[in-house]
């Protein structure tokens, strides 16, 4: 039984269901840090939910390209310990629940229709995204109406109208955010096993890997990933000098430094000479742990030092605690991710 609930919990990547947590970020963007812990709640479920069967259904749907993997044929599908039926079934049972949980916490034609609106788009993707160019677009939109999910079912009446300038800002941030994270970082970190299986990905069409293991960015792609990443730092920074809300001299401080460090993790990612699975592995983290501290820190004008805390703890605690329970280790990367 125990040896069941681990696979269960490596097949949905819950060490990363603390992160990123979108729902609740835009809840905040409406309430600050006035929200209660029985919003909280909810929201928390429905994104934990969220990660634990678009996970499984991606691997559902990645099984012929992962199983060729050196990396990825240690997924749980691929090596047995889990079945694709097992998968499939698993991904609808708990999306059914995360439809429950909207259904009961936030009644309403608007809630409900965001939610499936990102399961349509999170679906689509797992299906076609290794077929087309270009797919990214619908995970960081399913992304971006996820930070509109938290907006709407905070506001009075789900009443769209009412939704902040500063969720919009949050929304364009999530999506450039996300598509840099999908199309790039996760396009290199699958580049050889995608180009083995002749998939279509962005990263696959602008970067080339040879025989040696030698990396060739194009021009083009380095410039679109680096214009993206200074986009949405720009992003990040409107709201105090566009909007001109209130901030701190620390809060500043702190974002300059996690903006270079996000720019320099995302030049050096692009720079990269040789293809080393787990070394770009590691180097992604760094790039996404710098951004996503980035964001939070963005946020404490209006969440507060005490959310800010619990969020971060959050995080941490569900990392350390799941890795534990699969891995017996508190540090330790997932085998395949």
Same mark, same amino acid.
Not at 148 to 164: E, K, M, R, Y
Not at 186 to 215: E, P, R, Y
């Given at each position: 039984?125990?040896?069941?609930?681990?696979?269960?919990?490596?097949?949905?990547?819950?060490?990363?269901?603390?992160?990123?947590?979108?729902?609740?970020?835009?809840?905040?963007?409406?309430?600050?840090?006035?929200?209660?812990?029985?919003?909280?709640?909810?929201?928390?479920?429905?994104?934990?939910?969220?990660?634990?069967?678009?996970?499984?259904?991606?691997?559902?749907?990645?099984?012929?390209?992962?199983?060729?993997?050196?990396?990825?044929?240690?997924?749980?599908?691929?090596?047995?310990?889990?079945?694709?039926?097992?998968?499939?079934?698993?991904?609808?049972?708990?999306?059914?629940?995360?439809?429950?949980?909207?259904?009961?916490?936030?009644?309403?034609?608007?809630?409900?229709?965001?939610?499936?609106?990102?399961?349509?788009?999170?679906?689509?993707?797992?299906?076609?995204?290794?077929?087309?160019?270009?797919?990214?677009?619908?995970?960081?939109? &399913?992304?971006? %109406?996820?930070? *509109?999910?938290?907006? @709407? $079912?905070? +506001?009075?009446? =789900?009443?769209?109208?009412?939704?902040?300038?500063?969720?919009?800002?949050?929304?364009?941030?999530?999506?450039?955010?996300?598509?840099?994270?999908?199309?790039?970082?996760?396009?290199?970190?699958?580049?050889?096993?995608?180009?083995?299986?002749?998939?279509?990905?962005?990263?696959?069409?602008?970067?080339?890997?040879?025989?040696?293991?030698?990396?060739?960015?194009?021009?083009?792609?380095?410039?679109?990933?680096?214009?993206?990443?200074?986009?949405?730092?720009?992003?990040?920074?409107?709201?105090?000098?566009?909007?001109?809300?209130?901030?701190?001299?620390?809060?500043?401080?702190?974002?300059?430094?996690?903006?270079?460090?996000?720019?320099?993790?995302?030049?050096?990612?692009?720079?990269?000479?040789?293809?080393?699975?787990?070394?770009?592995?590691?180097?992604?983290?760094?790039?996404?742990? &710098?951004?996503? %501290?980035?964001? *939070?820190?963005?946020? @404490? $004008?209006? +969440?507060?030092? =005490?959310?800010?805390?619990?969020?971060?703890?959050?995080?941490?605690?569900?990392?350390?605690?799941?890795?534990?329970?699969?891995?017996?280790?508190?540090?330790?990367?997932?085998?395949?991710?």
């Amino acid at each position: 039984m125990m040896r069941t609930i681990r696979n269960y919990l490596e097949l949905c990547r819950i060490q990363f269901a603390g992160f990123g947590i979108l729902c609740v970020i835009g809840a905040m963007t409406v309430v600050g840090e006035r929200l209660t812990f029985a919003e909280f709640v909810p929201l928390f479920a429905v994104h934990v939910l969220t990660i634990a069967w678009s996970f499984a259904h991606n691997d559902y749907c990645d099984f012929e390209v992962d199983r060729l993997g050196e990396d990825l044929s240690r997924r749980v599908i691929v090596r047995g310990d889990i079945s694709r039926s097992s998968a499939l079934v698993f991904a609808i049972v708990v999306f059914s629940l995360s439809t429950v949980v909207t259904l009961v916490s936030w009644p309403g034609f608007l809630p409900v229709g965001l939610l499936i609106g990102i399961a349509v788009l999170i679906i689509s993707y797992n299906i076609i995204s290794k077929r087309f160019l270009g797919t990214d677009v619908l995970f960081a939109t &399913a992304g971006m %109406l996820f930070v *509109l999910l938290g907006a @709407v $079912s905070i +506001i009075p009446n =789900h009443d769209a109208g009412l939704i902040p300038t500063l969720t919009w800002i949050v929304v364009a941030i999530t999506f450039l955010d996300l598509l840099n994270f999908n199309a790039v970082l996760g396009g290199f970190k699958d580049l050889v096993s995608d180009q083995a299986q002749g998939c279509k990905t962005l990263a696959g069409k602008f970067v080339q890997v040879d025989d040696q293991g030698s990396i060739i960015v194009s021009a083009g792609f380095k410039v679109a990933t680096m214009f993206g990443t200074l986009m949405m730092i720009a992003l990040v920074f409107s709201p105090f000098i566009v909007l001109q809300y209130p901030s701190q001299v620390w809060q500043i401080g702190a974002m300059l430094v996690l903006s270079t460090m996000t720019i320099f993790y995302s030049w050096k990612f692009v720079s990269v000479r040789r293809f080393n699975r787990e070394a770009i592995g590691e180097l992604a983290g760094k790039r996404e742990f &710098a951004s996503n %501290l980035l964001r *939070l820190t963005m946020f @404490v $004008s209006w +969440i507060g030092i =005490h959310w800010t805390m619990y969020l971060m703890g959050i995080g941490a605690a569900i990392l350390v605690l799941s890795n534990v329970a699969i891995y017996g280790h508190p540090f330790r990367t997932p085998s395949a991710y």
